[in-house]
């Protein structure tokens, strides 16, 4: 009992950050309708961009922020300099996800070609225990699970009581309609892809902090998670987003505990096949229309 | 890892062929260097150079630069110099194959290699024996210790050997109840069934046996179970990001102890010090954690002048105080003087033709000189003697499957980085332990 329990504290902490990329991926999905693979390789450039800060003695939590608007700033102009205008040309679904796996291994290559291939660590962050209603958390895990909690709040406030976000679900369920209602859709896209990549960003840094060591593949092996948490929520539903990041931290860690660790990946991938074929628009997409959270 | 971090979900299954077809045609393809001349012998260092295990190929590429200078110092063979030329498999056994076939059709006068290490091994050693380049292997496979590929050589120890060296250790140690945790890739898992096998022959206990995912971003739930389990010690193999994180939280769900950990020298890296040590601190490194491979002595003629050249020589000297404490690549230092021995020996640099004489050159025969560098080989031959070549890796006895294991080395990282030797465990008490 004591190991399921502790299970379920690790499968939280693991969900909390693959939740915040989950969610990034998912608003901008939304929005824009472009499955974004060069989300994985952002998470990367976020993890070095972390380490360069971390070498320059910045808090690593300072550096997180820092790192989240840079890849804001980074994923808007990634958008404008090649999302939008293949876009505009009329470019097909397929060839954009093409485009942005491109995008993708070509950053990676960058990050390796300037940081090298070898593992790099952020050192040591918050490594103390703390137990929580019989779990056990590190101090590390802690932060990164109440940001998750903040930025979801702030998320759900932003999609819900300002005028932005009533813009941005309304692009959503119909950019066209919504450019007559007046509202600057190209705008509200920017935003979007603001957010997701400041979300990115602090994935990528959360990420780094979590495995505590990693390389250039850390984007491109959690980006797989991710999209596996967004689609069990329902492609373009951040409340979903959450919760299916939660079940596949949850699934992953318990599978560890109790099973065989080397299968936890297989049966959180498992869990998304079933999940899907029982309730095809995910979690919440069977209960609440296509993007309704972000409509 | 590589394989795994290329995992895509079905959704996107037509976008990971095209992700794949880039990336083969990535750098790995633009790092073949130009053909050589005819005059000039090419030796293949066929291992990672680009990917996560990149730094295997600047490690593996030190005997090359080091074996292929003093050959050609003493007149190179046969009127040919030796170079050496990086093929780069990527760590990846896919991907290896359109690299390796493409070097065998480009490279000027393919006719010897090292390397084919263990990732890649199988699909690389069909390529390079089709070829009939003969090639020695730092790969520890044990589908390789009862080969019949005439092409083949090892001297380095296959996995199950190392494996059983491991619990040897342990048992020599006095630590009977031990954790075996591996990741689950084949280069780690090699070492797995040695160290099954040999753990009831020291009256030890396995507590755990666990298989563990590479890269995940907790292995607390794993922690948790070695934890219950009570080990005094960790018999551990995993590439250094996922040691990091695991180590880190075992310090962590542990009150800041960990127990000693053994794995192979392969972990005898720099970057494998610097990820660890930062995470979980120097001491634990340079006092709880050992490194076991293949034994040699420093004291022999032949790794004195192996030293001598890697600290001389500008293309190895920063690597050398890390390559010289790890068996693998004294072996194909070896290899390389071996081959080029039997070259002389058959007065033909052709694989199928050289390939036969490499046994005569290590072999005992009556009223053969021992010697223990090329030039002295070459000297001895020039004057009408026969050889008997002792290397790095001290005197070798090939069995019928071109095999040789001799005994294993424990080893420590000094702060510096490099390894230092704190035990040799006898080549016949692993055997022991296997039979």
């Known amino acids: 009992m004591s190991l399921f329990v502790d299970a379920v504290g690790f499968g939280i902490a693991s969900g909390a950050v693959i939740a915040l990329g989950a969610v990034g991926f998912t608003v901008q999905f939304g929005i824009s309708n472009v499955l974004n693979i060069t989300y994985g390789a952002l998470m990367t450039l976020a993890a070095y961009l972390g380490l360069v800060l971390v070498g320059w003695h910045l808090s690593v939590w300072l550096a997180l922020v820092v790192v989240a608007v840079v890849i804001g700033g980074i994923s808007v102009a990634f958008n404008r ?103 600057a859709t190209d705008r509200v896209s920017d935003l979007a892809w603001l957010l997701s990549g400041m979300l990115c960003g602090a994935a990528g840094v959360a990420l780094a902090i979590t495995v505590v060591s990693f390389d250039f593949t850390l984007g491109a092996t959690f980006l797989i998670p991710m999209i596996a948490a967004a689609v069990l929520g329902g492609v373009g539903q951040p409340y979903g987003a959450m919760l299916g990041g939660l079940v596949v931290g949850l699934v992953t860690q318990i599978t560890g505990a109790l099973w065989d660790p080397s299968y936890q990946d297989v049966v959180a991938l498992g869990v998304l096949i079933v999940m899907l074929l029982v309730r095809p628009r995910g979690l919440f997409g069977a209960a609440w229309s296509a993007r309704r959270l972000l409509a | 890892m590589s394989t795994i971090r290329r995992r895509v979900t079905l959704a996107l299954a ?71 030329v990086p093929v780069d498999d990527t760590g990846d056994p896919a991907d290896a194959v359109p690299n390796v076939t493409k070097a065998i059709a480009t490279t000027s006068n393919f006719q010897m290699a090292i390397g084919l290490e263990t990732n890649t091994a199988a699909t690389t050693i069909p390529l390079l024996s089709r070829a009939k380049i003969p090639f020695f292997t730092t790969n520890g496979l044990v589908s390789y210790n009862h080969t019949t590929d005439p092409y083949f050589w090892r001297a380095t120890p296959a996995d199950n050997a190392n494996g059983a060296a491991f619990v040897a250790f342990a048992a020599h140690r006095g630590w009977r109840r031990i ?257």
């Open chain 1, 81 to 183: 300099a090649l999302v939008s205008p293949l876009v505009q040309r009329g470019a097909s679904p397929f060839g954009l996800i093409v485009v942005t796996v491109a995008a993708g291994i070509v950053l990676q290559y960058v990050v390796t070609a300037i940081a090298g291939p070898q593992a790099q660590t952020y050192g040591e962050q918050g490594n103390s225990s703390i137990g929580v209603l019989g779990m056990t958390f590190s101090v590390a895990q802690v932060t990164i699970i109440a940001i998750t909690v903040v930025v979801m709040l702030a998320l759900h406030l932003l999609l819900t009581r300002t005028q932005l976000g009533r813009a941005m679900r309304a692009t959503a369920s119909n950019r066209t309609l919504a450019r007559s209602c007046g509202i």
């Open chain 2, 14 to 84: 037509g976008v990971g062929v095209v992700a794949a077809t880039v990336i083969a045609a990535g750098p790995a393809a633009a790092r073949l260097v130009p053909a050589a001349s005819s005059s000039t012998i090419s030796v293949g260092v066929v291992a990672p150079f680009t990917g996560p295990a990149a730094e295997f190929g600047q490690l593996l590429s030190v005997p090359c630069y080091v074996g292929t200078a003093l050959i050609n110092r003493a007149g190179g063979v046969l009127g040919s110099t030796l170079k050496c």
């Open chain 2, 179 to 435: 954790a075996v945790i591996f990741e689950n890739t084949a280069s780690n898992e090699a070492n797995l069934p040695g160290v099954m096998a040999a753990i009831p022959k020291e009256n030890a206990r396995a507590v755990i046996n666990l298989s563990i995912p590479g890269d995940s971003s907790s292995y607390s739930s794993v922690v948790e179970r070695v934890l219950a389990a009570h080990p005094q010690v960790l018999i551990f193999s995993a590439d250094p990001q996922t040691t990091a994180t695991f180590l880190s939280e075992y310090q962590q769900l542990n009150h800041n102890s960990v127990p000693p950990m053994i794995t192979a020298t392969e972990s005898l890296t720099p970057d494998f010090y610097d990820t660890v040590s930062k995470v979980i601190g120097t001491s634990y490194i340079t006092h709880h954690l050992y490194l076991v491979g293949a034994y040699f002595s420093t004291r022999s003629v032949a790794y004195k002048v192996y030293a001598k050249e890697a600290y001389a020589n500008p293309l190895t000297h920063k690597l050398a105080s890390t390559i010289l404490a790890v068996g693998p690549p004294a072996s194909a230092y070896d290899g390389l003087n071996i081959m080029a021995l039997a070259m002389l020996m058959a007065h033909s640099t052709k694989g199928s033709v050289y390939d036969r004489y490499i046994t005569q050159v290590v072999s005992k025969k009556p009223g053969a000189v021992v010697v223990q560098s090329f030039a002295a080989g070459k000297r001895a031959l020039a004057a009408g003697r026969k050889i008997q070549y002792e290397g790095v890796v001290g005197a070798i006895t090939f069995n019928r499957y071109h095999n040789f294991a001799g005994s294993f080395a424990v080893n420590v990282f000094r702060p510096s980085k490099a390894g230092v030797l704190v035990y040799v465990i006898p080549g016949a008490e692993v055997s022991r332990l296997l039979g």
